[in-house]
């Protein structure tokens, strides 16, 4: 195994498109959670606050990003790569 030199990246180009896959779905999970709330402080809209886009969907999105973050951090690069 030869030794890393100063000039070389951290990660491999494909590290990068996977860790910028993750961000954006995690920020499509952050942009599905917004919304709901009302103008008038005295209006509260149950069903618009507490969807299941907002509960479940949004959560789970973000998750997935997440996980998909540490896969781009932690994936080795290829031998000869």
């Known amino acids: 195994m030869a030794a890393k030199t100063e000039d ?22 952050f942009i599905l959670m917004s919304g709901g709330g009302s ?7 149950e069903a618009e606050l507490f969807s299941s886009r907002r509960i479940t969907i949004a959560p789970i ?12 951090i932690m994936r080795k690069p290829r031998p000869g790569a």
Not at 8 to 24: R, S, V
Not at 39 to 45: I, T
Request: proline share 5%.
């Open 8 to 29: 070389e990246l951290a990660f491999e180009p494909l590290n990068y498109k996977l860790l910028l896959i993750g961000i954006g779905i995690v920020i499509l999970g």
């Open 39 to 45: 103008g008038d402080p005295n209006v509260f809209n």
């Open 61 to 72: 999105t973000c998750l997935v990003g997440y996980v998909f973050i540490i896969y781009a």
